[in-house]
Structures are given as structure tokens and as C-alpha cells.
């Protein structure tokens, strides 16, 4: 394990820390460092630029309720959002946001543009508004503010519009 983080970290080499990964594997499949070598390898993955393939391992790993638990449902997110899978994605912005009480900012706007653009794709303008919202409020000068209010903007007449 020591010489894959050493190949992934020091030596950036993302293709010779999965070979590393792979032998660790072959020999402890099931040891004690099991999620180590599983975020390692999500890691690599993305280094080596296998966003579906570290998504793989991710829908693979253990849940938790610690503060790196949140930072997996986070980056589990945004991956199964861009594979196209927001409907997954939601409950993990959720548990990213929301778990264990107070979510640290960079997470929680991330958490919160995760979920306002995957309830958009999905057709939850309602819900999506709400999110823009408090992404807008908790994070004025956000990453992504202008996309939040142009989003609000461009969808201002739903809102007004009423219910058939």
C-alpha cells in the first residue's frame, strides 16, 4: 500500500499505483486496509482519468457517518450525476449536506449545486429553485453563483405561472 500512494502521490504516476493496487488486492483481498486500497484506487482511477470506473468502485464502498463518509457521498455525487444518474446522486448530496449536522462549506456548496442542477435535469423545478435558493444564500459569491441566478432568472415565469 505504502509504494502505491508512493507511486500515486510522489511520483503522480496514477497507471503504476493500479498495478500496485491490483497485486495488493490479489494478496489481501479482504485485509484490513480494504477501504484504504479502495479509495486509493478511486484516486488513481481518477487520476488516470476513468471517472466510470472509479464511480465503480465507489457504488462499492462502505457508507459511514464520518466526516471522509460524507466526502465519498459527495464525489460519488457528482459522479453518478455526470453518468447521468441524479436520481442516486440526490441521496448522496443529501448525506454530504446534511449528515452528521454541519457540513463544511466547501462540501455543503458543492452538495447544494449537486442537488439544484440534478433536480433541474430531472424536472423538479420546484425543488431545484429551492436548491438554487439556498445555494444562493449560503454561498453569494460562489463558484456557482452567476449559473445559480441565471438559472432563476431564465425560470422566474414557471414559478409565477399558477397551477393547472
Not at 456548496?109 to 435558493?133: E, I, P, V
Given at each position: 500500500?505504502g509504494?502505491?500512494?508512493?507511486?500515486?502521490r510522489?511520483?503522480?504516476?496514477?497507471?503504476?499505483?493500479?498495478?500496485?493496487?491490483d497485486?495488493?488486492?490479489?494478496?489481501?483481498?479482504?485485509?484490513a486496509?480494504?477501504?484504504?486500497?479502495?479509495?486509493?484506487?478511486?484516486?488513481?482511477?481518477?487520476g488516470?482519468?476513468?471517472?466510470a470506473?472509479?464511480?465503480?468502485?465507489?457504488?462499492?464502498?462502505?457508507?459511514?457517518?464520518?466526516?471522509?463518509?460524507?466526502?465519498?457521498?459527495?464525489?460519488?455525487?457528482?459522479?453518478?450525476?455526470?453518468?447521468?444518474?441524479?436520481?442516486?446522486?440526490?441521496a448522496?448530496?443529501?448525506?454530504a449536506?446534511?449528515?452528521?449536522?454541519?457540513?463544511?462549506?466547501?462540501?455543503?456548496?458543492?452538495?447544494?449545486?449537486?442537488?439544484?442542477?440534478?433536480?433541474?435535469?430531472?424536472?423538479d423545478?420546484?425543488?431545484?429553485?429551492?436548491?438554487?435558493?439556498?445555494?444562493?444564500?449560503?454561498?453569494?459569491?460562489?463558484?456557482h453563483?452567476?449559473?445559480a441566478?441565471?438559472?432563476?432568472?431564465?425560470?422566474?415565469?414557471?414559478?409565477?405561472?399558477?397551477?393547472?
Amino acid at each position: 500500500m505504502g509504494e502505491a500512494f508512493r507511486a500515486l502521490r510522489a511520483r503522480r504516476d496514477p497507471d503504476a499505483a493500479l498495478a500496485l493496487l491490483d497485486r495488493h488486492d490479489r494478496l489481501f483481498p479482504r485485509g484490513a486496509l480494504a477501504l484504504e486500497a479502495g479509495l486509493a484506487r478511486v484516486e488513481a482511477l481518477l487520476g488516470a482519468g476513468r471517472r466510470a470506473a472509479a464511480l465503480d468502485v465507489l457504488d462499492g464502498l462502505a457508507d459511514g457517518r464520518d466526516e471522509a463518509a460524507r466526502q465519498r457521498s459527495l464525489l460519488r455525487g457528482e459522479l453518478r450525476a455526470d453518468a447521468g444518474r441524479c436520481t442516486e446522486a440526490l441521496a448522496d448530496f443529501k448525506a454530504a449536506e446534511s449528515a452528521g449536522g454541519s457540513a463544511k462549506g466547501d462540501r455543503r456548496a458543492r452538495a447544494l449545486w449537486g442537488q439544484a442542477t440534478c433536480r433541474a435535469r430531472l424536472g423538479d423545478a420546484a425543488g431545484a429553485r429551492r436548491d438554487f435558493h439556498h445555494y444562493l444564500a449560503a454561498f453569494p459569491a460562489g463558484p456557482h453563483a452567476a449559473d445559480a441566478q441565471r438559472w432563476l432568472e431564465a425560470h422566474a415565469a414557471e414559478a409565477e405561472s399558477p397551477a393547472r
